[in-house]
């Protein structure tokens, strides 16, 4: 079974900061994509990122980040120069390639950012 | 441009009483979604339709029905709800086919059970 997991419920950053969410992930699968979401305080669910499992190079939005680790099994989203309106929870969630395979999210990680 | 549209965005239920989550996309997706979501656990799939016509009970599918009316309409019913069934509920949808296809939501319901 896939599982996904954050380990900061709960994490402080300095604006114009970098900050680093960590997420591992279980699989046996050698197929899969990982995808990072965030959700404000108004609570719907903004697509952030993703890193396909042979993807060679680690995924860029902007400035978002994925470090990915395919041996570590993490993915960890880092973001640039934090802005307040980055506050928010943010999700890893990963999917299998292969049909009938459902997105797995992790617990999630609240993210403050201070002035 | 509408994407996921879930109605209501907030509900109250005494325990026992049903009611049903609409939810409508217009990205003309083939799969469709209903998760909730509850503090620590992140989101858990509660139910999930492939394709039109198919339905399939996901990790947490007990107190839930669905019903994938068409291709762009997937409601859920709690025929009667109890507190445990306090939550945020999303709908959501997707393209069917490569791995890299993202989930598209629904801004969500919040459905509180006395």
């Known amino acids: 079974a896939q599982k996904i997991t954050q380990t900061q419920p709960g994490m402080f950053v300095q604006e114009k900061e970098a900050v680093t969410l960590d997420c591992t992930y279980d699989t046996s699968d050698q197929s899969y994509g990982l995808f990072w979401y965030k959700q404000p305080s108004s609570g719907e669910m903004i697509f952030l990122i993703y890193?396909?499992?042979?993807?060679?190079q680690n995924a860029t939005e902007g400035r978002y980040s994925l470090n990915f680790q395919k041996a570590r099994k993490s993915a960890n989203l880092v973001i640039s120069a934090s802005q307040l309106g980055d506050s928010a929870m943010y999700f890893c969630?990963?999917?299998?390639?292969?049909?009938?395979?459902?997105?797995?999210f992790g617990p999630g990680t609240r993210l403050s950012v201070l002035p | 441009n509408a994407g996921v549209t879930q109605t209501p965005k907030f509900q109250v239920l005494k325990t026992g009483q049903s009611m049903t989550l609409q939810c409508a996309q217009d990205?003309?997706?083939?799969?469709m979604y209903w998760y909730r979501q509850d503090p620590g656990m992140g989101l858990r799939l509660i139910y999930y339709s492939a394709s039109e016509g198919t339905t399939d009970k996901g990790e947490v599918p007990n107190g839930y029905n669905v019903s994938r009316l068409n291709k762009r309409e997937f409601s859920l019913r709690l025929e009667s709800a109890a507190p445990s069934q306090t939550s945020v509920y999303f709908c959501?949808?997707?393209?069917?086919?490569?791995?890299?296809?993202?989930?598209?939501f629904g801004s969500g319901t919040q459905l509180s059970v006395l």
């Open positions: 959501a949808s997707r393209e069917q086919g490569a791995v890299d296809e993202k989930l598209f």
């Open positions: 969630a990963m999917r299998g390639a292969y049909y009938g395979q459902n997105f797995v």
């Open positions: 990205m003309n997706h083939n799969s």
């Open positions: 890193q396909g499992s042979y993807d060679e």
